[in-house]
């Protein structure tokens, strides 16, 4: 037979399909919402609110500081807008200008203030003249001081120089300013732990605070029209920050700084007394009860070399002035009327005044028990206490003004600026916005980064 070849096909190498790369479409990325502006956004609410005072005050005062204020505020807003940097030197010194220098000045040339820069005037000159800041007789509403004695200190430049070139620098509210600015730029230094490498910064940041405070219009109005609470407000924050370092060493440490700044509160006027038991309960607890005892006494002698003389000389007169006219029930009605609850309560109700001051004394204690119940062991949290204080005050007595709640409003923002905390400082840190912030603010320009 023939042989079969048997032919055998190549094996074929088995046919791979290439490989398909799915290509994933990757979606453009989304451009980073920018940051919050908050600078801006408050100097912007700032603006709007003097636009608004502008158009419903009947006021000129306060028309003139409405319309300051919006230029200030809206040009600080451009400036801030235009800076990567938020709260800046430039932004923070404009809206100082419009909503504080600018009006203030305008209205010492022009004449124009509230009543009360005439009645602190007018006491210093009776004070230098008779010894007594208070008229024997009052027979009109200018005539009644409602301020204790060391408020009249403030009227003594214009009862020695008001007659000369240098009338101008003698208005009282120049004074209210200085003292006010000061004891809030000396509260930021009241800082322990702070390292020499950070002091710079710490200035920094208590002129970006202090700016920031003096600016806003809860200040920056009464600053400009009228301002009498100012200093007693920085008094107060100034002793309330020296009690909650009464514990940290020499000087401060004895408590006789703290009771000197609460005794020279506490001789301006009788909305500063509820600091007294505040800031003695933050010292008993955090330096012993021998400061506490120390503060109490500065405090109290203070305030009575400044205020006992006065009221031995004229009882009647002193009774008449801070006592009753105070509460409404001078000679003349108070024009302390704004409708808050005490006074709507005194005015429309049925035996309204005793039930206000009812209301009054009860909250009084309700606070008093509160601090034994639950001493402040910092000075951020006795300064909310103190503000609960009064804001309750304030709405309760049956003579009210919305103007006195500038007390509880500073109190209760000013420790909270800038991150003012107690265990922070300790440890010799800054605050967020004496780190992220205070670098910026004396220039604008300059940054020194810790």
């Given amino acids: 037979m023939p042989s079969t070849t048997t032919v055998t096909a190549p094996a074929t190498a088995p046919v791979t399909a290439p490989a398909t790369t799915t290509a994933t479409a990757v979606a ?3 451009p980073a919402r920018p940051p919050v502006r908050w600078d801006v956004v408050h100097l912007l609410a700032c603006a709007a609110f003097a636009l608004g005072l502008a158009l419903v005050t009947s006021l000129t005062p306060h028309r003139v500081w409405s319309v300051c204020a919006a230029l200030g505020y809206g040009t600080a807003a451009i400036l801030a807008a235009r800076d990567p940097r938020p709260w800046t030197g430039r932004a923070l010194r404009a809206a100082t200008v419009g909503a504080v220098l600018l009006p203030l000045a305008l209205l010492i040339v022009l004449g124009g203030a509230q009543s009360e820069v005439g009645v602190v005037e007018h006491s210093g000159a009776l004070l230098l003249h008779t010894g007594s800041p208070y008229p024997a007789h009052p027979t009109t509403l200018d005539d009644y001081n409602p ?6 200190l403030f009227g003594l430049p214009h009862a020695l120089q008001g007659d000369t070139p240098l009338a101008p620098l003698t208005d009282a509210r120049l004074w209210f300013c200085a003292a006010f600015v000061a004891c809030m730029y000396a509260t930021t230094r009241c800082r322990t732990g702070r390292t020499a490498g950070s002091a710079r910064t710490a200035q920094t940041a208590g002129s970006v ?6 600016s806003f219009p809860a200040v920056a109005l009464p600053l400009a029209v009228g301002g009498v609470d100012l200093p007693v407000i920085g008094l107060m924050c100034l002793g309330l920050a020296l009690a909650g370092r009464a514990g940290s060493g020499p000087g401060p440490g004895t408590g006789v700084a703290a009771g000197l700044a609460i005794g020279a509160a506490a001789s301006l006027k009788w909305t500063a007394w509820p600091l007294l038991p505040v800031a003695l309960v933050l ?5 012993g009860r021998s400061t506490a005892v120390r503060a109490a006494a500065t405090a109290l002698l ?3 070399a400044a205020v006992l003389p006065v009221a031995l000389a004229d009882p009647h007169a002193f009774v008449e002035h801070v006592v009753l006219f105070p509460l409404g029930k001078g000679g003349i009605q108070s024009p302390a009327t704004s409708p808050l609850p005490g006074h709507l309560l005194a005015e429309y109700v049925p035996g309204g005044f005793v039930l206000a001051v009812a209301l009054l004394v009860a909250s009084a204690v309700a606070v008093a028990a509160s601090l034994v119940v639950r001493p402040p062991h910092t000075v951020r949290a006795a300064a909310d206490r103190l503000a609960v204080g009064l804001g309750l005050a304030m709405c309760l007595i049956p003579a009210t003004r919305f103007g006195y ?3 509880p409003i500073v109190l209760a923002v000013w420790f909270r600026v800038g991150a003012y905390d107690e265990r922070r400082e300790s440890r010799g840190e800054l605050g967020d916005i004496g780190r ?3 670098a910026w603010a ?3 320009h300059t940054r020194h980064d810790s």
Wanted: proline letters at 6%; glycine letters at 6%; hydrophobic letters at 55%.
């Fill in 442 to 444: 004396t220039n604008g």
């Fill in 405 to 407: 709640l500038v007390y």
């Fill in 209 to 214: 605070r202090t700016a920031l405070l003096v």
């Fill in 436 to 438: 992220d912030r205070a």
């Fill in 28 to 30: 453009p990325a989304r």
């Fill in 283 to 287: 010292i008993a607890v955090t330096a």
């Fill in 147 to 152: 301020y204790l004695p060391g408020m009249a």
């Fill in 302 to 304: 203070t305030a009575a």
